[in-house]
Structure formats: C-alpha cells, structure tokens
C-alpha cells in the first residue's frame, strides 16, 4: 500500500461497493451465499453473515480461544485468470495488513482456475489436507511445504505469499453449477442434507420454499448483518409446522492436544491446562485470565446469539475444568449439560427420585482457625483425607478447618449423581455456615461428571480454590471460581 493511497479496508471504498454499481452478478453471488449457508449453520460459532460489507460477503464466527473471527468472501462468475487470481489474493492481503485480526481467513469462489495456477492450487490442497496425519516437525510435512513454497516462487511470487496463502486462503474453484436457479435450489438441497441432518425429516417439497425465503431475507439486507437466529427463524417459517425443528444443544469440546483440524464443535484448546503426563499446569492466575474468561465468554455469547441453554459437552478434561465448566454453566444460570460420559450422557436436569439407590457419604470435620474451609471429597479414594493433611501441613493452609467427605460407593447414573452433589453441598454448606467461611479450598477425587455436577449446583456456596493432584501428597492451586 503506498504512501499516498487511502486506508483500507474501508466500507466506502470502490472494491467495498463495487455491487452497488454491478447488480446483475447478485443472481451468482447470492445463490453462493445460501448455498453456504447449511455449510455455516453445521460449526456451532456461526453467528452472522454480511452481504456487501468490505467483501462480497462475510460470515462471522465465534470460537472460545479467538473469540469473534470472520472469513471474507468474493466471488467470481467466471474462470479466474492469473492476473486477477494475484489481485484478488493481493487485496485480501490489503485487508488482513489494514484491518489486523479482523478476519481469520479469505476464501475465493469462482467457475473456474486458469491452468496456469491450477498446480498452484493442487499443491496447496496436497500440503494441507493430510498435515493432521503428520506430525508438525516431520520431514514429509517440512518438505511438502518447501516443495509448494517452490511452486508459488515458479508463478513471481515470495514465501511471504506462499505463506498467507497457506495460512489463511482457500480457493474453491467449482461453484460453475450456481448461476443457474435450478442447479443452486439442487446444490441448496444437497448441501441442507450434507450439513443438517436434522431436517432429514422434512420432506423434499419443503426445502425449495427455504430457499425462496432465505433468498428474501438476503436481498432485503444488503450491507447489513443477518443473523443466525434470522436464518434459522426464516428457515422454519418457510416449513410446515408440523415438521418444525426442535432447537438444537450447543455441542463443546473439550481439546488435551493441540487442535490441528476445524471441527463444528465450540472448541475449547486446553492442552496446557491439561498438563500431559508429568501434570504441569500454568498458575492459578493463568486458569482465571484463559480457561475461566474463555468460559465466560462463551456462556455470554450463548445466550446472545443462540435459541438454547442446553449444552452437549465432549471430550476430556482435568477435574478442575470439569468443575469451572459446571460453574458458569450452571443452574442459576438458566443452563442445562448434558456430559458425554464413555458414549452415554449425563444430564444435569436427571434429577434423583424415589427410585435412586441413596448415596452415603460419610463426614470427618477437624477444627481449626481461620475463615477459609479446606474440603476433601473422595470417591473410592479413602487416602485422600491423609494425602491434603501431609501436604498442607507446612504451608498456609495448614491451621485451617477441615472438612472431609468420603464414599466408598462409585456413582451409577447422572440421577445418583445429583444425589451425591446434593449431600456433597448440604454438608459443606452447614459446616460453612456455621464457621462464617469466606473461602473453601477444594480437593476433589472422583469422576469427572461428579465434579462438573458439583459446580453446577455450587450457587451459595463461597468462592472455590480449586486443587490438582500432581504426585503423592503434592497439589496445585487451578481456578478459583467466584
């Protein structure tokens, strides 16, 4: 960009209105969009799009690790040239440069690739497609992407180049089908029944009315944010109600390794909260500016931008997460988890009854001074009592009350599960009462679900420290949950 060129981006510039002035490549561009949309609305972060914005269109994500992204769209009628490839490849450039972490990835769709660049373009997909099977640092990813750096350098380009195409370009060259209504109402459908099995049970004669409806709402909001609840709303008012759809559970996901590959799930990247296999975690401080904000932060945006409370939650986790998760996500809150447990879920709202076997749990209070309560709570680990006294004996913790809580029993179901955390809370809560504690201080030894059970249902109770194990009688302070 020269000295004397204005900003960009810039929502006035040329290439921003340039459909403003070119109506007639609407019919091409907005078949594109609905074509995307089924494609969109399958990622759970999916929050708007834009039409006409700084780019063709764009479509708006949220992700718990980088919060709002979006992906930048042109679109092109016809078989691109090289000429206009690289311009179109240099103005995404222009926008990433001029507007910095405003969009996470540009995509260019069109009829078609000029010959000339089509190795390009093979070779970027041959480097990308497969690099979740390798690992990062191996000779056969290292020398791919050396081998494709080449073939961007045969075309005048740098590495530079070669390197924001890698990163943050995708080019889809196959959308020649869409200029033709009938073809993108087929496309449309394919795509609803590719992305959205839920509306596996609609009938067939349904869909083209979706597609009439969205193609509506699309031409009566150029330049202004349509939303996903708009879209899903003109979605199912297209459709007979008796077909209508039932709202969807957000799904997470939980993430112990370094996440190499786009998945629909709200993904939460905890590896280093994990801690591998020698249990090393960040400080209390690090948990409670990333995995507690991250938490907060989702929770907020699901109840802006999405017509559920109800969360499926996959994947692995330490206990501490398990317990922050079930605290921000919680009763109070309006949520209700449903936890992926060895492929069976658990839920929240299964509450006990007369049926559930009763959940002993057996007490051991040790006074002490102070206004902070340390808590135990083994499940089949009786040693653990022992374990919080041997390591808390030469530290701050050491003249503290003490609260034990000990069961022999393993939990069978989510309804005994929320059996448990009810007599787990009413005996924390007395002795808290009764020593007018400010603060518990949390051991926890059991399953998981127990644990994320607990913080769901931990309103009234004081602010928790949560603890790791790490090795024999040595612990860690995590999160602390307010």
């Not at 496309?187 to 067939?204: C, K, M, N, S, T």
């Not at 193609?215 to 459709?239: C, F, G, H, W, Y």
């Not at 206990?319 to 809150?333: N, T």
Request: glycine content about 6%.
């Amino acid at each position: 960009m020269t000295d004397n060129k204005k900003p960009t981006p810039s929502l006035l510039e040329a290439e921003s209105q340039g459909g403003d002035t070119a109506e007639s490549g609407f019919d091409f561009q907005t078949n594109l969009i609905l074509c995307k949309i089924p494609f969109w609305l399958s990622f759970e972060g999916f929050d708007s799009l834009i039409r006409e914005g700084v780019a063709d269109f764009e479509a708006k994500f949220f992700s718990p690790a980088e919060g709002i992204t979006r992906e930048a769209l042109e679109a092109k009628n016809h078989i691109v040239k090289p000429k206009e490839f690289w311009e179109e490849i240099e103005r995404f450039q222009e926008l990433d440069i001029g507007s910095p972490g405003t969009f996470g990835r540009f995509t260019l769709c069109c009829n078609g690739i000029s010959e000339d660049i089509k190795p390009l373009i093979n070779g970027l997909r041959r480097v990308r497609d497969p690099q979740s099977f390798y690992e990062v640092s191996s000779g056969v990813v290292v020398n791919s992407y050396s081998d494709y750096v080449g073939r961007v350098r045969k075309l005048g380009k740098d590495e530079k180049m070669a390197e924001f195409l890698y990163k943050k370009v995708l080019i889809e060259p196959d959308w020649n089908l869409i200029s033709n209504g009938d073809n993108a109402r087929g496309i449309f459908r394919d795509q609803i029944q590719l992305h959205l099995p839920e509306y596996g049970e609609v009938p067939g004669k349904e869909i083209p009315n979706v597609f009439s409806n969205l193609l509506t709402l699309i031409r009566l909001n150029k330049a202004r944010p349509i939303t996903r609840d708009q879209i899903e709303t003109t979605m199912q008012s297209a459709i007979n109600e008796k077909y209508h759809i039932p709202p969807k559970p957000v799904v997470i996901s939980t993430e112990t390794e370094e996440v190499n590959k786009l998945e629909t799930t709200l993904q939460f990247e905890w590896e280093l909260f994990f801690g591998g296999a020698g249990r090393n975690y960040p400080p209390t401080s690090e948990w409670n500016s990333k995995l507690i904000t991250q938490l907060y932060e989702t929770s907020k945006w699901v109840k802006s931008q999405r017509d559920t409370r109800r969360i499926v939650l996959k994947g692995n986790r330490r206990i501490s997460a398990a317990i922050a998760i079930g605290k921000v996500f919680s009763a109070v809150a309006g949520f209700t988890v449903d936890m992926d447990y060895r492929g069976e879920l658990w839920a929240t709202d299964d509450l006990a009854n007369s049926q559930t076997p009763d959940y002993a749990v057996t007490p051991t209070y040790v006074e002490g001074a102070g206004d902070r309560l340390i808590v135990t709570i083994g499940i089949m680990k009786e040693n653990l009592a022992s374990e919080v006294e041997a390591f808390t004996q030469n530290t701050e913790l050491s003249h503290f009350p003490r609260l034990h809580l000990y069961s022999s029993e393993p939990i069978v179901s989510a309804k005994q599960a929320n059996a448990a955390v009810a007599t787990i809370k009413r005996g924390i809560t007395t002795v808290a009462g009764s020593i007018e504690a400010k603060q518990i201080d949390l051991f926890f030894a059991g399953p998981t679900h127990l644990a994320l059970f607990l913080g769901y249902r931990s309103n009234a109770l004081p602010p928790i420290q949560c603890f790791e194990w790490v090795s024999n009688n040595k612990y860690v302070a995590t999160c602390f949950l307010k």
